[in-house]
């Protein structure tokens, strides 16, 4: 390709990155319809009815992947309708879903609708094998990596077998995307593993529930592309704020279950610590929550100036202890964000 033809299409793209950036986000018309993501949702839907499941859950254009709590729609990225924003949302944050990731999230996220959809949480079998839904999320804990208790769907993320571990309603999302997802072999794979349970346990239910109509349909939408008016520089300036903003104050109580109070002689500040592990700890911020460097480096200022403001300290022969809550915390700022858009407090 000669020069001028690269130098044309480079300024191409810079002119429609400009004008993309100053647009509001509910005005530029789009839709699921005919656009990348309603081959993935298509998808989906055949998956479903492979399975002779006959609820089919909404799908909406939002800000984020999720599922409104006890809603059964599912909310897509809107930047996935269209091809310059995907363009743009990679320019932004480093990387965007791939296909396979797609199809593994919409999994999750119908999992949570086909929960909501016939509120199988109520049930005592759902919650004999899962937990109580009501139960807390759980913020701050060790992951257990090596579980056969939890199964393991995206594996390369902390949102997988990790996120399992985090809620009963999670658990149960993450099972039903392994049980949903063709030839997935889960009955050998997992047949010598506890998790078999739960799995069996969905498969039953699904075949009791799938030709029902379900108790309940739609609901309240969280932040739908119609009321998103902000524009798209607004957007992911507002993003990074958000995150900056809701790592603020309350990450205290975290710092403080990640650094014990202790008490000996040979005692050393957390805040050193965290510095000297900043490389490895911004390199797992940015792959868990597709945050640029410069914010995973705003975040881990955040934590050490709150260490030494509560004068945090560990005792040096934990280290390899410290360090696994230390990743577990920061898994657990960025996963939450990366799924929701939202910190959790």
């Given amino acids: ?43 989906l839907y055949r998956e479903l009815d492979a399975k002779k499941i006959r609820f089919k859950p909404e799908v909406y254009l939002t800000d984020g992947w999720g599922c409104p709590d006890r809603t059964p729609v599912i909310g897509i990225p809107f930047y996935l309708t269209d091809s310059r924003l995907i363009r743009l949302e990679e320019e932004q944050n480093g990387k ?15 999992g949570h609708a086909l929960n909501y959809a016939y509120k199988l949480w109520t049930r005592p079998s759902w919650v ?27 594996e390369a993320h902390p949102y997988g077998q990790t996120y399992a571990q985090k809620h009963p309603d999670e658990d149960f999302a993450e099972t039903f995307a392994v049980w949903l997802t063709p030839r997935s072999g889960w009955r050998g794979r997992y047949q010598n593993w506890p998790v078999i349970r739960k799995l069996v346990y969905v498969d039953r239910l699904m075949k009791e529930i799938r030709k029902r ?3 309940k349909r739609g609901g309240r939408l969280i932040r739908p592309i119609e009321r ?17 903003r809701a790592a603020r104050g309350y990450v205290d109580d975290r710092l403080k279950e990640a650094f014990p109070e202790v008490g000996g002689r040979v005692l050393r500040p957390a805040s050193a610590f965290i510095r000297r592990h900043r490389d490895k700890l911004r390199e797992k911020i940015m792959s868990w929550s597709m945050l640029s460097a410069p914010e995973a480096d705003s975040l881990l200022r955040k934590l050490m100036a709150r260490a030494d403001a509560l004068k945090l300290c560990y005792r040096p022969y934990k ?14 700022l960025t996963t939450d964000y990366w799924h929701t858009g939202r910190l959790t407090g």
Avoid: C
């Fill in 1 to 43: 390709m000669k020069a001028e033809s690269i130098k044309t299409i480079v300024q191409s793209w810079e002119t429609t990155r400009y004008e993309l950036l100053r647009s509001r986000i509910s005005e530029l018309n789009l839709k699921i319809e005919g656009s990348p993501a309603e081959k993935y949702i298509n998808r």
């Fill in 96 to 110: 965007v879903e791939d296909p396979r990731m797609i199809m593994m999230l919409l999994r999750h996220e119908a």
């Fill in 128 to 154: 004999e094998i899962f937990g109580s839904f009501t139960k807390p999320y759980r913020d701050i804990f060790r992951p257990q990596r090596l579980s056969r208790n939890y199964v393991r769907h995206i």
């Fill in 213 to 215: 109509q379900p108790e």
């Fill in 228 to 244: 998103l008016n902000l524009t798209l520089a607004d957007h992911y300036g507002k993003k990074t704020e958000r995150f900056r």
């Fill in 319 to 332: 280290e390899k202890e410290v360090l696994m809550d230390v990743v577990s915390l920061v898994m657990v």
